[in-house]
């Protein structure tokens, strides 16, 4: 049995991001107002021009004490949302009124946007991401948050994909040498760079030669060069100067451990119970989440220009996850089934893929689907949850949040278009009417705006959709000949808008100085917790 029947969630609205580096290129102007444009574009207020935007990560450029000042933020946030969510004030803070009521507790889901952490340089390390949960855990390890989850929105650790160095062993010619092994495989179209000569050649064979005392590289190189015998020298493969990136949704169960009894304190000691602690990993890269870099078809990271490799998958095959580490996108806390998607992937379809063709009969289906994003919204993906289940988005671009639970749909969208509307059918924005008094197709209205005759629906060709488009006389494709259909598009009921009180400021000396806007705390009205089902 679930030990929570309701649930209350906050946001955590800031806008993460990056600060624009250089005024109006155009000599004369100066002007700083840009307006943001797509591809990367900005807009001159003072000249009237489209400028390429030169821009940089907003943060510290270590890693330590980027994650230090982000987490005395978040930290700063979690006690402003802790005040004003709990109806009944506690005289200390650490003292929640949820420990000594015998009132049924209502679970708090407190949730920041996606690149909440990300640093000056667009990503950390990734040894150093564990850091954010240790940090954190300072905080949300006392008895106040016993019934808190929190979603610290996502980290960005990233690894690179370097050289390797080795040495010639022997100079047959130009063409042919001899090397040290490397631990990984020499292929074709590798590149060998003479550190001494400054020779750089690509590999057109190599075959590894067994020795009794050694092992070595016989290369045959696309080109001639003088390579040194003797030489050091760097290997890269063909897809070298590619960097790693992990997009991490971080996720603690506040309180204390039950593995042993609290402190006098309030709980001083490190939790670990299984699924108290938590990732799930982004699996697809956008093309807006990092900055573009000077050459086409890469990014800015750690200072270089990359091309961004998406997080490989983890050992767990499944969507579920049981250790909480594997980075499956389902988890179950409290006998409460969640899911996450990050961004992109809520518009991937990621749960609604899972469930739709992966799912186990003895899986559990989702109750709560949470989505940090940056540049998403509930309804730019398929909502996978049950019926009566919550959806909660909170989103870093637009530094806004929204809850909506899935039954009394008031609205549906369109998959289409992304329209919203208040009927459902078929999408009055993308869906066109043909009139055949006037034989043309008019906008999605009742009657046609010319002639008053009533409308009808568009008919199209399967194959060849707009250009087979025909009126109601036309039996057949002109086209292809087949017979036509009826073009409608389909809508997504998205439920009921959950209502939120007025926003409360965060307030700390470095907010200016790592996000582009000011924090402030969303906190909606508690909901029923919809009831446990399996596929």
Known sequence: MAKYSKVQFIAFNIRPGQVRTNPCPVIGCACPQFDPHPKNLHFCKGCNHDHVSQKKYLGDTEATKDIKI???????????A??????????????????FSKKEPVLKIFMAPEFYFRGSEGGYPV??????????REETQYKAYKDWLFVFGTAIGYQKHEETLSKILKKKDNFNIEIDTVARTIVEDCEVRGRKTGVSRKVKKAEKKTKPDSTYYEIELKAGGYFEQGELIEIGWPNDRETEVFNIALIQKGGPSSSKPPSREGAKERVTDPNRELIVYKEHVSGIDYLPGSVKGKYLIH???????????????????????GGGSVFTVDNITFGVEVCLDHACNRLKNYYDYHANKSD????????????????????????????FNVDGSRSDSEVRIMKDHKEYCCTECNFIQSKPGVCLKCNTSYCTTCDKFRPPKTTCAVCSTALSKVFHCPEHGEQGKLSLSQNNCSVCNKKKVVYESK??????????????PVTHPGICEYFESDGKIVVYEERNIAKAEIV
Request: overall charge positive; glycine content about 8%.
């Open 303 to 325: 200072g270089e220009d990359r091309r961004i490799l998406e997080t490989e998958k983890s050992g767990e095959s499944s969507e579920i996850s049981k250790s909480g580490l």
């Open 491 to 504: 809508l997504q009921p998205i439920g009921t808008l959950v209502k939120s009180k007025v926003a409360i």
């Open 127 to 136: 040894e150093n991401v564990s850091q954010i949960m240790e940090t954190m």
């Open 70 to 80: 982000r987490c005395a933020i978040m930290k700063k946030a979690i006690e402003t």
């Open 364 to 391: 559990q289906k989702v109750q709560i689907h949470l989505i940090p994003s940056w540049g998403m919204s509930i309804v730019g993906g398929k909502i996978c949850c049950v019926d009566k289940g919550l959806v």
């Open 82 to 99: 802790f005040h004003d969510a709990n109806l009944l004030k506690a005289k200390v803070r650490r003292c929640s009124w949820n420990v």
